[in-house]
Every structure is written in C-alpha cells, then in structure tokens.
C-alpha cells in the first residue's frame, strides 16, 4: 500500500510548534499566531458613521449553507456543512481532510444597533452584515446661533 506524507519543509520547527498548540488547547487558550479564530472564519468588523459592518471569510460555502442569528443582543453566524458522499467512486482514500465543516461565532452587539434593520448578503466568500445604528444613536452636528 501506497502511502502519502503531508509534506512539511519546516518540521523541526513545526513539531514545537504543535506542542504548542497542543498545550494551548489543553488549557483552552488560543495559540498565539491564531488571532484566536483557529478553526473559525476570519472576521472584521468595522464601525462607520451610520452602521456597524460585520465581513466574515467563508470560502468554500454557499448562502444556503450559512445561518444568522440575533438573540438578546447577541449577533451569531453559524454553519453545518456535510462533505457529499460520491457513490461509484473508485479507489481507496489515502488523504482525506474534507469531511463536516462546522462553526458558530457568536458577536455582542453595541446598544445603539436598530435590530430590525439588520441586513446580510453573501457573494463569492464573503459574508457581510449590515448592522445599523439607530436614528436617535447616530452622531449629529448641532448648530450654534449666535445669542
């Protein structure tokens, strides 16, 4: 039987980089070249005059296989996504790295976001949500009159 070895140019330095990361999750803290989203989409969020804008990465999924949510201030992005089975394939898998996708980022929202204004839409990997503010929390100019 044939066998495939990932191959890994750096595997001193990665084998500590690993120990690492294994001590990390031991004690369920985050490696520290992770930002903290090891097995999570990239995300940014952004404040602008008028709205939060919340862009998260997810290539590889569609719409369908994304789900927002707003419960109690509390703004999540989730997703499921089974790998399909191919019947009549031949052959025996000697990787196989793809298989259930899954994730669930959770965001507290600000106080001055309009709750039932929020907008998503998704286009080419990238998931955007709109998060306006509401009209009353918005900054605003006032003129000064002379007396």
Known sequence: MKSVITYNPDSVLSAL???????????????????????????DIREEKERYVLEAEL????????????????LTVESVKQEEKKSGQDGVWLIRER???AFRRSFSMPRDVDLDSIK????????????????????????ITRA
């Open 17 to 43: 980089d690993d120990w690492d990361k294994m001590v990390g999750n031991l004690f369920d803290r985050d490696y520290p070249g992770s930002a903290g989203t090891v097995g999570y989409p990239a995300v």
């Open 120 to 143: 998503a839409n998704f286009k080419d990997g990238l998931l955007t949500v709109h998060l306006p503010k509401r009209p009353e929390a918005r900054e605003k100019n006032i003129e």
């Open 99 to 101: 298989g259930v996708r």
């Open 59 to 74: 290539p590889g999924l569609a719409e369908k296989d994304v789900s927002i949510k707003v419960n109690d201030r509390i």
